[in-house]
């Protein structure tokens, strides 16, 4: 069974503090995605990367970092975390070259900045 | 550059009776075009998907949606609805070229059954 696993289920974080979330999926693919999901907004790309090392900005980056260090590993950092990135956080993967683009997700961060 | 079109923001619905989500996207290419379903505090499930062949396209639970090209729309349907069903739905879209592409999402439709 295919699976894409995040750290935290739900995570109460302070202003200014450092935050990583990871995820790992064990499906060998190549593009790995983060999204947050506010309501009515629907889920917004804040980084995408197609390799190990390679990384690039989605719609809403700012405030946001990304690591790919390993193939199945795609990390978000919240350099100093603030209020208004309280949210939803999704982590997604799929197949390059001869996929459909279809993308499995992650269940999920919860992450509360007080 | 591709958007995606969620009309209904909530559709309220009684439990047996029919439902149609509504979708539309823009592009000026062709299409790969997805339902995903959100159950409560969890990730995203993939329903169905349209790549290519018959506009018809069944899903899991009993769900489908239909492409069509002149309207620019893929809505979700199904015949009788369960409890179970209440969930968010996503509509995305991209585009079938090779290489890295994105999913452009819709901003969703909560669907909420009643017995």
């Known amino acids: 069974d295919v699976k894409v696993t995040q750290s935290s289920r739900y995570l109460v974080k302070r202003t200014g503090e450092k935050v990583f979330l990871e995820c790992v999926q064990d499906m060998d693919h190549e593009n790995m995605f983060w999204y947050r999901q506010d309501p009515g907004l629907g889920l917004r790309l804040i980084y995408f990367?197609?390799?190990?090392?390679?990384?690039e900005k989605g719609d809403i980056p700012e405030g946001y970092s990304v690591s790919r260090e390993k193939k199945e590993r795609f990390s978000l950092i919240l350099e100093s975390a603030s209020t208004n990135q309280t949210s939803m956080y999704l982590c997604?993967?799929?197949?390059?070259?001869?996929?459909?683009?279809?993308?499995?997700f992650g269940p999920g961060t919860r992450l509360t900045v007080l | 550059a591709q958007s995606v079109t969620q009309l209904d923001s909530q559709v309220p619905v009684f439990e047996e009776a029919p439902v149609e989500l509504r979708c539309n996207y823009s592009?000026?290419?062709?299409?790969?075009l997805f339902w995903y379903v959100q159950y409560p505090n969890q990730g995203l499930q993939l329903l169905l998907k349209y790549l290519s062949g018959s506009t018809l396209v069944k899903g899991i639970n009993g769900f489908e949606a239909e492409f069509n090209k002149s309207q620019t729309s893929f809505h979700l349907r199904k015949p009788s609805v369960h409890i179970s069903d209440t969930a968010e739905y996503f509509c995305a879209v991209s585009e079938p070229k090779t290489g890295f592409q994105k999913l452009v999402f819709g901003t969703g439709t909560r669907l909420l059954v009643s017995p």
């Open positions: 592009s000026s290419v062709s299409v790969y």
């Open positions: 997604a993967s799929s197949l390059a070259a001869g996929g459909n683009n279809e993308q499995f």
């Open positions: 990367s197609y390799d190990v090392k390679m990384k």
